[in-house]
């Protein structure tokens, strides 16, 4: 995918200070600190429009970008651990449900997940949930460059047991190295 420009354009937390649904949307959502942010850098190819961190928890809003003047990608606060207040993360789960289950311009939903770690029953969950509401998911799993391609074989299989998927419905990802980056556009292309 060529990208000729991906810009920043607003936060929000609830639907009335959303930018104007004009345009597809595919959002990104994963545990803090999964990777999502780098994830979104990469595909466009820039280093800093999505502000990345090593802490937990420094997406606290839904984030839009415009890219190519075509399409939004909406990077979403991290679910898990993050250091911040609990009522905030009470807020953030009710923000990111009113918007994934209302937000008409949204195609497809990235996962984001950590290849080191096994999908948890909040992943299993969550694609279960958007399944049920008619939402196309994207599983990612990133940091691909931290494990052998052997424990990355083995990482996968794990995961598309989890969510008893077939081979095809799982996308390893490094944001260092590209590693599934052109699969991934693919994917969001066959969304938009």
């Not at 599934?180 to 292309?189: F, N, T």
Request: net charge positive; charged share 30%.
């Amino acid at each position: 995918m060529k990208i000729r420009s991906a810009e920043f354009i607003k936060s929000a937390v609830e639907p009335k200070q959303y930018p104007a649904g004009r345009f597809p949307e595919i959002a990104f959502l994963g545990r803090s600190n999964a990777g999502k942010s780098s994830l979104i850098n990469t595909l466009v190819n820039r280093k800093r429009l999505v502000k990345t961190s090593n802490t937990p928890g420094k997406t606290r809003h839904l984030n839009f970008f415009l890219i190519n003047e075509k399409w939004m990608f909406v990077d979403l606060p991290g679910y898990g651990y993050a250091k911040v207040p609990i009522t905030l993360r009470k807020n953030w789960k009710q923000w990111i449900e009113t918007y994934l289950q209302e937000r008409e311009s949204l195609k497809g939903v990235v996962l984001v997940m950590d290849i080191r770690r096994t999908p948890r029953q909040e992943e299993l969950g969550l694609v279960e949930w958007l399944t049920d509401r008619k939402r196309r998911c994207i599983l990612v799993m990133t940091k691909a460059d931290k494990l052998s391609k052997a424990r990355q074989l083995r990482q996968g299989a794990a995961a598309l047991e989890a969510f008893s998927k077939g081979p095809d419905a799982l996308i390893l990802f490094s944001a260092k190295t590209g590693q599934g980056k052109d699969s991934l556009w693919e994917a969001i292309e066959a969304c938009l």
